[in-house]
Structure formats: structure tokens, C-alpha cells
């Protein structure tokens, strides 16, 4: 098969980890990688992506009408990943997270609809939940978001939802748990906390490192998403889930553990305003289609700190220039 995809937020972690996954099982595809270079989007990665004759990186933003009418055309895909996606910047700051989150999305789907791109899938998060006291919400659940970055988060997925009312464009929606793995931007806590204990810095932990994550290795996230884009229904939305819940204190000490250092490296912080106690999904919709998590935090943690040990070239000029 011979598709082309135009991937948005594709020099950032997931969007870069997807199209590895593509290039890599789609010996016949083609990828518009479209991105900003903002703040999580790496240069690095995107040169590493070059490598590939069958990738092309344009520099662009999502806003940008005339650009993405430009590029739009003859491609079959559409995955959009390109998001502000970090609460604590959507606290400081929520205008940028509007503009692009919802404004950006807005852009891209009336090109695609405009167009008739074959595929859109719209990349949310858990987040739009909300707080989940207890179970596991489907699909249908309420949005409540708590933050910005995840209000701005609901309202792209009901804009791209209301496009298959108004315009007979029905798009796909995914709304996954916290990822880990390689090219995670250092500001995102898995691979802030590692950087630091290379150094013998603490690492800062909210409250009281109750809250409660799903963490999913990014290559379930990213296969999950492949799947769907040949077996996802227009129209659908899908969670993708590990049902591998922990404590931010649990992980903190599990990564403590893997890098043998001791808990007096923890430091306790004020908590963040809004910060959701405990995330969950019911994904049984996406696992009816015969998706599974292939890793666990148990067997993948280890390489994920591994890479960032192989890897100081790439994420210590990030550090330095936050």
C-alpha cells in the first residue's frame, strides 16, 4: 500500500515515535512532517527523520491557513498531533494553547474537509475527563477539563466532532494516558526527573505525590493510532489505555530504584493549581479491534532511562536553553 500522510507535530515526541512507526511498516509511504520547531519540537529529531528519502519536514505553523490549504492536497492522512501540550506553560500562559490547540485544529480540519482527505485523526488526551474519582470512563463520559491546556484540548475535539455534523467530514478522535519513551521533551516528568539524577539533582515532586497516571509506552500509543487509521470508524472516538496505574510517588521511586539513587533526592513542592488527582480510561472499544499494550512500565522504564543515558547530545542543549 502506498499512502501519504501528513503528520502535524511530527518533530515532537509522539508525532516523531509515529512517524518512525510508519516509515518502518510502510515500506511504500510518504510523510509531511509540518511543524513549528516551538519550544518541544527538536531539530535534532527532525534531522534524524531526514534520513528517510520518504520524509519531508516543512517548517510551518498549523494556523497558518494559506500553508496548510498549500499542502493539504494528495495526501490520504491526516494525523494531527500538533498541540501546547504542558499544563503548567497552559497555566502561565493559556493564549498560545487556544490559538493553536483549537484555532490551529479549526485550520487544519476545514482544509482537510474542504479537500476530502481520506483520514483525520484528531491526537487529544485523558485529560479532557477531567479528575476521575473512580472507574474508568468510556468515550461518552463527560468533558470536564481542569487546566487551559486541557480545555483547549475538549474544545479542538468537539470542533473537529462538529465538522461531521455541519459538513459530512467525520473525523476520528483519540484520547490517550500519559506516554514515556524515547525524544520526551525534559520538561515532561519522566525524563526531568532522570536528567536531573544523571546529575545528582533532585528531583520535584507535587503535593503529596498521590495523583494517580496510566503510563503507556509511546510505541503502544503510536500502534494503536496505525490501527486505527485503517480500522478506526470515521466519527469514533477511541481511548488508549495501559490500565497500568501509579502513583507519582510510586514511579518516582521506581525510578529512584532503576538508577540506584536514594529518596532524600526527593523534593517536595507546592502542588499546581488544578491538578487532577487520579487519570483513567476504559479502552475496551480500541482492544475490541484487537489492539493490546505490547510493554509495561516494568519491562520498558529501564530502557526509557537507558536512552536518555545514550542520548546527552539530544536532550542537554533543551535543558540548557529552558
Known amino acids: 500500500m502506498s499512502r501519504r500522510y ?4 511530527g518533530a515532537g515526541f509522539i508525532g516523531s515515535n509515529f512517524i518512525r512507526r510508519v516509515l518502518r511498516d510502510e515500506p511504500k509511504a510518504e510523510v509531511t512532517n509540518l511543524d513549528l520547531l ?6 535534532a529529531t527532525v534531522d534524524e527523520l531526514d534520513e528517510s528519502s520518504r520524509h519531508s519536514f516543512v517548517l510551518g505553523d498549523i494556523r497558518d491557513a ?9 495526501h490520504d492522512v491526516i494525523v494531527n498531533f500538533a498541540a501546547e501540550s504542558h499544563v503548567d506553560r497552559s497555566i502561565d500562559g493559556p493564549a498560545v494553547f487556544l490559538e493553536t490547540n483549537v484555532v490551529g485544529t479549526g485550520v487544519l480540519i476545514d482544509a482537510a474537509a474542504r479537500h476530502g482527505i481520506d483520514r483525520f485523526v484528531q491526537v487529544s488526551t485523558d485529560e479532557v475527563y477531567g479528575s476521575i474519582a473512580e472507574g474508568f470512563p468510556t468515550e461518552d463520559a463527560p468533558l470536564r477539563p481542569s487546566s487551559p491546556y486541557s480545555a483547549s484540548k475538549a474544545g479542538a475535539d468537539l470542533l473537529a466532532q462538529s465538522y461531521e455534523v455541519t459538513y459530512d467530514y467525520p473525523a476520528i478522535i483519540t484520547r490517550c494516558t500519559n506516554n514515556y519513551g524515547p525524544y520526551q521533551f525534559p520538561e515532561k516528568v519522566i525524563p526531568l526527573f532522570v536528567t536531573n539524577l544523571f546529575e545528582d539533582r533532585p528531583v520535584p515532586l507535587y503535593g503529596d505525590g498521590l495523583n494517580e497516571r496510566d503510563w503507556l509506552h509511546v510505541e503502544d500509543h503510536c500502534s ?14 477511541y481511548n488508549i489505555s495501559a490500565d497500568a496505574q501509579l502513583t507519582n510517588l510510586e514511579l518516582t521511586r521506581r525510578i529512584l530504584e532503576l538508577m540506584d539513587k536514594d529518596e532524600s533526592l526527593i523534593e517536595w513542592v507546592t502542588d499546581r493549581p488544578g491538578h487532577d488527582r487520579r487519570y483513567a480510561l476504559d479502552s475496551s472499544k480500541l482492544r475490541s479491534l484487537g489492539w493490546s499494550p505490547a510493554h509495561s512500565v516494568d519491562d520498558r522504564l529501564g530502557d526509557t532511562i537507558e536512552w536518555y543515558r545514550q542520548r546527552p547530545d539530544w536532550w542537554r542543549p533543551l535543558r540548557a536553553g529552558s
Open 6 to 9: 501528513l503528520v502535524t507535530g
Open 38 to 43: 516551538t519550544y518541544a519540537g527538536v531539530k
Open 66 to 74: 494559506e500553508l496548510v490549504d498549500r499542502l493539504v492536497p494528495g
Open 224 to 237: 494503536a493510532i496505525h490501527l486505527l487509521v485503517d480500522e478506526g470508524v470515521p466519527g469514533e472516538v
